[in-house]
T-cell receptor, first 113, second 112 residues
Framework: EDQVTQSPEALRLQEGESSSLNCSYTVSGLRGLFWYRQDPGKGPEFLFTLYSAGEEKEKERLKATLTKKESFLHITAPKPEDSATYLCAVQAEGSSNTGKLIFGQGTTLQVKP | KAGVTQTPRYLIKTRGQQVTLSCSPISGHRSVSWYQQTPGQGLQFLFEYFSETQRNKGNFPGRFSGRQFSNSRSEMNVSTLELGDSALYLC???????????FGAGTRLSVL
């Protein structure tokens, strides 16, 4: 069964304290891995998509990496405005997976000033 | 350009009633997917529509249904509401069935 597990569930950081969020996945064939950010009361906001092992993407203080079994979202020198829930999702190969993302439970990040 | 628009933003219904939620995708997007988000289960896939046809369906009872119109707008319907249907319902649109999905703000449904 295709599955996504994120850790930790919650993370508290001081402003400027870098860290990483983990996303482990099990899929029959990976079509793509996606990172989203979700603020309270809002829908998920797209951050990155990764398609093959070794791929990396960066945006401001965020960097996403991908291996054959997991993805990391590295946050460098975070600011309070980076506080949110970060969601990882995968899309698997096959006609039965069109339009379907499988999500992890998310990591809730709190950055204190 | 305008994002994904979901209406209404909030709904309160009682058990046994039915509800219809609406989603207007980003202009030019032809695929619409629906998800249910709850604190316990997270985001779960409901179904996906592409070119007015349901192409994929998640593991939800038949009380959950949807449709897509020729302008790619989509609606989902839940009949005979149960307390457990209380959730945030999210719609996402994409250019095609394998492209990046962009989400709306969701409809918060409370069933009393």
């Amino acid at each position: 069964e295709d599955q996504v597990t994120q850790s930790p569930e919650a993370l508290r950081l001081q402003e400027g304290e870098s860290s990483s969020l983990n996303c482990s996945y099990t899929v029959s064939g990976l079509r793509g891995l996606f990172w989203y950010r979700q603020d309270p009361g809002k829908g998920p906001e797209f951050l990155f998509t990764l398609y093959s092992a070794g791929e990396e993407k960066e945006k401001e203080r965020l960097k996403a990496t991908l291996t054959k079994k997991e993805s990391f979202l590295h946050i460098t020198a975070p600011k309070p405005e980076d506080s949110a829930t970060y969601l990882c999702a995968v899309q698997a190969e096959g006609s039965s997976n069109t339009g379907k993302l499988i999500f992890g439970q998310g990591t809730t990040l709190q950055v204190k000033p | 350009k305008a994002g994904v628009t979901q209406t209404p933003r909030y709904l309160i219904k009682t058990r046994g009633q039915q509800v219809t939620l609406s989603c207007s995708p980003i202009s030019g997007h032809r695929s619409v997917s629906w998800y249910q988000q709850t604190p316990g289960q997270g985001l779960q896939f409901l179904f996906e529509y592409f070119s007015e046809t349901q192409r994929n369906k998640g593991n939800f009872p038949g009380r959950f249904s949807g449709r897509q119109f020729s302008n790619s707008r989509s609606e989902m319907n839940v009949s005979t509401l149960e307390l457990g249907d209380s959730a945030l319902y999210l719609c996402a649109s994409s250019l095609g069935q394998w492209n990046i999905q962009y989400f709306g703000a969701g409809t918060r449904l409370s069933v009393l």
